[in-house]
């Protein structure tokens, strides 16, 4: 018997008459031989030309259509149109099979909505939730998510992807030795680079395949190594250095033209002794609403630790503002659209701080969160710490710990703090029950849908940390 079949009549206590069926909104569906009844405008909500909303097109409006499926699944498809949520009941079933009658059905994008929304995601009621298991020996050395929720590990030579359902994996051997910077472009389309192999690559993760590879001709016509990676709607940035470390460059590429190359920007032909121009950037953010693009590097040498932050507008090519980091520099940086602010983690004093927008390019400008007495510190509390911004929340990772910074919202009332400018308030929480506080040293943060992907030193695994209440 076909799946979907018109040919059941309508039992007595359904519809007086046809003419009667005709005018109602409310129709009855047999699946698997249990009766449901919903409305027309409830089928609609599941897409057009799908199974669902076509169902009474048909000009046998006076049978009951029958659709040979698991009538419990059904039941979850359909609370699933009703609310836009699944109901508590699909907890006792495995999330695959709900995956595959919401494709048989063709509402898998409300499903995936449901369940890795980020409007969902809930800061303050994260929790490790699920360990994602990598093959072989292994760490992982960098991550790429998608706002659907599905992620992407590079571990070794390989790249291990899961589904935004997180449990369908598949693992692609790739030409690097080991990847230093991911970028996932699509849900199966990464770009992929390292220090110490040349060129950019784009690899389908799907047909296992590099799709191009993407080069940056230095002067001295020299390879060129990857040393990070960002993304706008429209572009790609790649920041690239000549394999003789003499050069450095930052390439825009078109993402909705076969990764044409746009504009270069941050050109360095380095001479003599000029650390300035040696740093190459090491981490690229996009700014939205300013259209700015925020390229950061730093580097050892020998009177400490050494970096710059500077702002680029791609539109022209023109460097807007730099920042230059001598004390206490960054160890790692982010910056959030959101709060209008750049953040980091100060290499010795392992502290959080933060520059407002508006004060970007006035000296001293550095409001420190922790205790300021730090900036001086010769242990380098802050090495091998993380910060990453999402949504108006920062997140930062202390050894084995996650905290999470939030602005105190403090109305008409504000504080002026030593420079008498007026100073915003963060408070600090410590992520996780006390069973997720500490571990190995975190290593690699990322977003997808309502989640936060963990990675730790010397593990081969993923940690996954969600809200409780959005857990199916």
């Known amino acids: 018997m076909p799946p979907i079949s018109l040919l059941k009549p309508i039992p007595n206590g359904f519809s007086r008459n046809p003419q009667d069926f005709n005018k109602s909104n409310v129709v009855t569906i047999d699946v698997g031989g249990q009766l449901f009844q919903t409305t027309l405008q409830t089928l609609t909500l599941a897409g057009s ?32 149109l009703r ?8 907890k006792s079933f495995d999330i695959q099979d709900v995956v595959f009658e919401a494709k048989f059905y063709g509402v898998e994008d409300l499903l995936v909505e449901s369940q890795s929304n980020p409007s969902q995601f809930e800061p303050f009621d994260l929790e490790k939730s699920m360990i994602l298991p ?16 599905s992620v992407h590990v590079s571990h070794g030579s390989k790249i291990t992807s899961f589904d935004w359902s997180l449990q369908r994996k ?20 990464v770009a992929a680079g390292a220090t110490d192999f040349c060129g950019l690559q784009i690899v389908d993760l799907e047909m296992g395949f590099v799709r191009q590879t993407l080069n940056w001709e230095n002067v001295t016509k020299s390879g060129s190594t990857v040393q990070a990676i960002g993304t706008s709607p429209e572009y790609l940035f790649t920041s690239f ?79 807007v503002s730099e920042i230059k980091e001598k004390t206490d520099c960054f160890s790692d940086i982010t910056v959030s659209d959101t709060l209008s602010a750049v953040f980091k983690i100060g290499i010795n004093s392992g502290e959080v701080s933060y520059i407002d927008f508006r004060n970007i390019s006035s000296d001293d400008s550095w409001n420190c969160l922790g205790d300021s007495r730090k900036v001086m510190n010769v242990k380098k509390e802050g090495v091998g710490c993380k910060i990453e911004s999402h949504g108006n929340q920062v997140f930062c990772s202390k050894e084995g710990e996650l905290e999470l910074w939030s602005e105190v919202l403090m109305g008409s009332s504000s504080t002026t ?15 996780g029950r006390s069973k997720d506080v500490g571990g190995n040293r975190i290593t690699n943060l990322g977003f997808g849908g309502n989640k936060i992907f963990v990675t730790r030193k010397d593990q081969q695994c993923v940690e996954v940390w969600q809200s409780s209440v959005r857990r199916v």
């Open 134 to 149: 990598l093959t072989g020996r292994d760490s992982p050395s960098a991550i790429a998510t998608t706002p659907q929720g």
């Open 241 to 319: 250095e000549s394999s003789r470390r003499n050069s450095n460059s930052i390439l825009v590429y078109d993402l909705n033209d076969s990764f044409k190359v746009v504009t270069e920007i941050g050109h360095n032909e380095i001479f003599g002794a000029d650390l300035d121009s040696a740093i190459p950037s090491t981490k690229l953010n996009w700014i939205p609403s300013f259209n700015l693009l925020m390229a950061s590097g730093s580097h050892s040498g020998p009177s400490g630790i050494s970096g710059n932050i500077k702002f680029w507008d791609i539109r022209y090519g023109n460097l």
């Open 417 to 431: 703090g030593k420079n008498g400018k007026e100073e915003r308030i963060f408070k600090k929480n410590v992520l």
């Open 83 to 90: 609310t836009g949520n699944l109901p508590s009941k699909a």
């Open 49 to 80: 030309n799908t199974l669902l909303s076509n169902l009474f097109n048909s000009s046998e409006q006076n049978k009951i259509p029958f659709i040979d499926r698991d009538p419990e699944l059904f039941s979850i498809i359909l609370s699933l």
């Open 170 to 189: 598949s693992t692609t051997l790739t030409q690097f030795t080991a990847i230093d910077s991911l970028l996932a472009l699509s849900s199966h389309v």
